[in-house]
């Protein structure tokens, strides 16, 4: 399945990036491109979604990642969307992956979360030592992303805000 129409962020053009086996080595060439043209410019993020209406116009496909550098001027690549790969070929799953990020801070982390399209009240937070259950339900937006965090996490200590459908976490690690 290939997601034909595409939204890009920062002006960079991803290409027609395709799901499925065949694509993934399409796509490889323009990954390298994007992580290139990063180090050129001295840009330490670049995200890409698509969207695609599908089962005529009934359902959307989204699909997305997020590059970022990491230490040592490593890439890392974090997918998010409701497409995913089966062994029957790709799918679209009725829940989203939210794109998350999490920093550390020091003696705290700070976790955030794209959710648009829900309201602070249909979100739920649950925490776990170092693992942080996500989901959020509204009518037809639906996620869920389960999250290892660096280090385990004092669950009383949470502090969250949601505004413009950026969800932020701020939570204490454990001494």
Not at 18 to 37: H, I, M, N
Not at 95 to 101: A, S
Not at 141 to 152: C, D, M
Request: charged fraction near 35%.
């Amino acid at each position: 399945m290939a997601v034909k129409k595409k939204k890009t962020e920062d002006n960079v053009d991803f290409g027609n990036i395709e799901v499925g086996l065949g694509g993934l080595f399409k796509g490889l060439g323009g990954l390298f491109d994007v992580v290139s043209k990063m180090a050129e410019e001295g840009k330490q993020e670049r995200s890409s979604i698509r969207e695609t209406e599908i089962m005529g116009g009934k359902g959307k496909a989204v699909y997305g990642f997020s590059v970022k550098m990491g230490t040592g001027g490593k890439p890392v690549i974090e997918q998010f969307g409701n497409l995913q790969a089966t062994d029957k070929g790709t799918v679209v799953a009725e829940v989203r992956e939210p794109l998350v990020d999490v920093l550390d801070e020091g003696e705290r982390l700070l976790v955030i979360a794209e959710l648009p399209g829900v309201g602070v009240k249909d979100i739920q937070i649950k925490i776990k030592e170092d693992i942080l259950e996500l989901t959020a339900e509204r009518a037809d937006r639906k996620y869920s992303k389960e999250v290892l965090l660096p280090s385990p996490v004092d669950a009383s200590t949470m502090e969250q805000s949601y505004k413009n459908g950026i969800l932020e976490i701020k939570l204490m690690k454990k001494k």
